[in-house]
């Protein structure tokens, strides 16, 4: 089975700083998927960055990066210059087993970035 | 707006009635992908549409709930004899491959 655990309910940043947010997993499969999405108070989920368990290379979006460590299995999201608008929950995510394509999430973060 | 839909944004229903929710993904997505969400966790996985073909079911879809993509556009979520415990968010998402799935704003299910 896998699980996703992110170990932080909420998190404030002030604006323009850097902010991680932890996300650690677990699976017994060779190959999988690791996703990172944002759901502010509207409800929709949306999606912000990939890594592959084969990527030899950290994933980076614009100001979001996924600080990989394989070994540890985390995946990290990195947010760089916070803004306002980044304050919302979020939500760290696993592909499911080979041949699945379900995601299975974690319990989120609130983050709230502060002026 | 190219996004996925879902229909209604709300839904208030009196335990034991039937709901169904529509949803309409991005129009060259042949994946679909519903999700329940309650407050305060992550969305859990329901069921995985490739086109028509329904490939994936959760054991969290009772025999209460049925989904259907007809002609592998939009699909419908249904759940029959509501219970309160069936309150929740109820997501949709489409892909056309790998990796990110495209989530709609999803319906929020209150069963009074």
């Known amino acids: 089975a896998q699980k996703i655990t992110q170990t932080q309910p909420g998190m404030f940043v002030q604006e323009k700083e850097a902010v991680t947010l932890d996300c650690t997993y677990d699976?017994?499969?060779?190959?999988?998927?690791l996703f990172w999405y944002k759901q502010p108070s509207s409800g929709e989920m949306i999606f912000l960055i990939y890594?592959?368990?084969?990527?030899?290379q950290n994933a980076t979006e614009g100001r979001y990066s996924l600080n990989f460590q394989k070994a540890r299995k985390s995946a990290n999201l990195v947010i760089s210059a916070s803004q306002l608008g980044d304050s919302a929950m979020y939500f760290c995510?696993?592909?499911?087993?080979?041949?699945?394509?379900?995601?299975?999430f974690g319990s989120g973060t609130r983050l709230q970035v502060q002026p | 707006d190219t996004g996925v839909s879902q229909d209604p944004r709300h839904k208030i229903t009196k335990r034991g009635q039937n709901v169904t929710f529509r949803c309409d993904p991005i129009?060259?997505?042949?994946?679909l992908y519903w999700y329940r969400q309650t407050l305060g966790q992550g969305p859990e996985f329901l069921t995985y549409?490739?086109?028509?073909?329904?490939?994936?079911k959760s054991r969290l879809l009772s025999d209460r709930f049925s989904a259907e993509r007809p002609k592998g556009s939009f699909s419908t979520l249904e759940i029959q004899r509501t219970e309160q415990g069936d309150s929740a968010m109820y997501l949709c998402?489409?892909?056309?491959?790998?990796?990110?799935?495209?989530f709609g704003q999803g319906t929020r299910l209150t069963v009074v």
């Open positions: 129009s060259e997505h042949n994946r």
């Open positions: 998402a489409s892909s056309l491959a790998p990796p990110g799935a495209f």
């Open positions: 995510a696993m592909r499911g087993e080979a041949g699945r394509r379900a995601l299975t």
């Open positions: 890594q592959g368990s084969y990527d030899q």
């Open positions: 699976t017994s499969d060779p190959s999988y998927g």
């Open positions: 549409f490739q086109n028509e073909a329904q490939l994936e």
